[in-house]
């Protein structure tokens, strides 16, 4: 089954809280079963937002790392 992604936000920039407040409101603008992108950095984020996401009834789909040394997390928004 292909994932097609609904939303990207680049969180790379961000530091825990904020990495999944961004997520989140994110999360809320999109469709229930839309898929976001997450491109996040650090092993904090890399810990919490799909912890935080799974927490809150999200579907954790993958998350992979990059040549780049950042981390691409794809969610499906609960609900669908």
């Given at each position: 089954?292909?994932?097609?992604?609904?939303?990207?936000?680049?969180?790379?920039?961000?530091?825990?809280?904020?990495?999944?407040?961004?997520?989140?409101?994110?999360?809320?603008?999109?469709?229930?079963?839309?898929?976001?992108?997450?491109?996040?950095?650090?092993?904090?984020?890399?810990?919490?937002?799909?912890?935080?996401?799974?927490?809150?009834?999200?579907?954790?789909?993958?998350?992979?790392?990059?040549?780049?040394?950042?981390?691409?997390?794809l969610l499906r928004k609960h609900g669908s």
């Open positions: 089954m292909h994932d097609t992604v609904t939303a990207t936000i680049d969180i790379t920039r961000e530091v825990c809280p904020m990495t999944y407040v961004r997520t989140k409101l994110k999360l809320e603008s999109l469709a229930a079963g839309a898929v976001l992108e997450v491109l996040l950095k650090g092993e904090e984020p890399l810990k919490n937002v799909p912890r935080s996401a799974r927490e809150e009834g999200h579907e954790v789909l993958t998350l992979e790392a990059r040549p780049d040394g950042t981390h691409r997390l």
